[in-house]
């Protein structure tokens, strides 16, 4: 029972790590990123499909976007997509492709930026302490039952503690390398 509460907690740890470096993926840094482009949504042919899906898109250099479309019909919708989002690009369209070039980040903006990431991190590990506390309720409970045994229970208590230890320092590194790349010019 013990070892399927860390696996659980473990995982459900894992999970806020995953979380967190897609949140990261979506704060601008001053290189372009596919992944910055993930949360536009196009309308095709009445639906909302993410542009991935109905364009081929890559980064032909550190500052700018080239989105190719599947269907050429689409370009007006994507364009419109990408002004209606708050990536803060104006789209140029040429008639088959879309070029975005990000705007440079100015120091203020930078600092904008970072105490989102901070607030970013935060919540991650707000995430990891709700495994912990999730687990440790149960191991309370089973405690109480009389299905473990008090020294059970303190050693997987200081096992938990053990595991939300490392992954709290892992969110917090992913959280400083996140930073020092928003804040190289």
């Given at each position: 029972?013990?070892?399927q ?114 607030k ?15 687990a ?50």
């Amino acid at each position: 029972m013990i070892d399927q509460l860390k696996k659980k907690t473990e995982s459900a740890m894992q999970d806020a790590l995953v979380s967190l470096s897609s949140e990261l993926k979506k704060v601008r840094t001053g290189r372009a990123q596919v992944s910055m482009l993930d949360a536009i949504k196009v309308n095709y042919y009445g639906q909302l499909s993410p542009l991935n899906q109905v364009s081929a898109i890559s980064c032909p250099d550190a500052r700018s976007f080239l989105i190719s479309p599947w269907e050429i019909s689409i370009l007006k919708e994507i364009e419109q997509a990408i002004i209606k989002s708050d990536l803060g690009m104006t789209p140029q369209s040429d008639g088959k492709v879309v070029r975005l070039r990000l705007p440079e980040l100015t120091e203020e903006r930078r600092k904008d930026l970072v105490k989102s990431i901070k607030k970013i991190v935060e919540d991650a590990r707000v995430s990891v302490r709700m495994a912990r506390r999730d687990a440790n309720e149960l191991l309370k409970s089973a405690l109480k039952e009389k299905t473990i045994s008090e020294d059970e229970n303190k050693n997987a208590m200081e096992s938990i503690q053990k595991i939300t230890d490392d992954f709290i320092k892992k969110v917090d590194q992913m959280g400083v390398d996140k930073e020092t790349d928003l804040m190289k010019i």
